[in-house]
């Protein structure tokens, strides 16, 4: 059974750092493409960063780019997002999601959620 | 970037009955060389993951009800159910996967009338 589990969310005060963990399995997670999207409270879903499967190509949406930085490690079949600067606009709940077939970027399975929460 | 508008917003269909939902794209995702639409839908109920329905706009993912169908081509994209369950009730998104940035519509609400 493939499953994404996520970690690493919680509270973090503007301008502060985060690192989000994505622990894959029930799948070769080296063979796949992952992203991460998040969506903010009440509202609809963005698709924030990309990495290909052996990590070498990665994307980022505008809104994170500069801020955010994509990462995985293919030996413990994990996905990160470190997070810096954060403002209160990125509070959100983030997931871990994996590519559906080699170029076609739908998301066929995603982790259950980890909620990111910009206060002071 | 492309924009992927839905209409309605949201609506209200009795248990049995029909529910359709409309996605257009800003331009089209239709990719010539191999004549597929790059257009996904996900089905999120309250509290949860959004979950895969549909990809190549009409493809059903494993597992998913034979009551619900993908149509479309171009910038014209419909999600349809034929027959509303109570299980259905959720907020259904369209996303296009042809270029990046990817981006998902604002999502329909579909309730039970």
């Known amino acids: 059974e493939v499953q994404l589990v996520e970690s690493g969310g919680g509270l973090v005060q503007p301008g502060g750092s985060l690192r989000l963990s994505c622990s894959a399995s029930?799948?070769?997670?080296?063979?796949?493409?992952m992203h991460w999207v998040r969506q903010a409270p009440g509202r609809g879903l963005e698709c924030l960063s990309a990495i290909s499967t052996n990590g070498g190509s990665t994307d980022y949406a505008d809104s994170v780019r500069g801020r955010f930085t994509i990462s995985r490690d293919n030996s413990r079949e994990t996905l990160y997002l470190q997070m810096t600067s954060l403002r209160a606009e990125d509070t959100a709940v983030y997931y871990c999601?994996?590519?559906?077939?080699?170029?076609?970027?739908?998301?066929?399975?995603w982790g259950q959620g980890n909620l990111v929460t910009v206060s002071s | 970037d492309i924009v992927l508008t839905q209409s309605p917003d949201s609506l209200a269909v009795s248990l049995g009955e029909r529910a359709t939902i409309n996605c257009k794209s800003s331009q089209s995702v239709l990719y010539s060389s191999n004549n597929k639409n790059y257009l996904a839908w996900y089905q999120q109920k309250p509290g949860q993951a959004p979950k895969l329905l549909f990809y190549w706009a009409s493809t059903r993912e494993s597992g998913v009800p034979d009551r619900f169908s993908g149509s479309g081509s171009g910038t014209h994209f419909t999600l349809t159910i034929s027959s509303l369950q109570a299980e259905d009730v959720a907020v259904y998104y369209c996303q296009q996967y042809y270029s990046t940035p990817f981006t998902f519509g604002p999502g329909t609400k579909v309730d039970i009338k």
């Open positions: 999601v994996r590519v559906g077939a080699a170029g076609a970027n739908y998301f066929d399975y």
């Open positions: 029930g799948f070769i997670f080296r063979n796949y493409a």
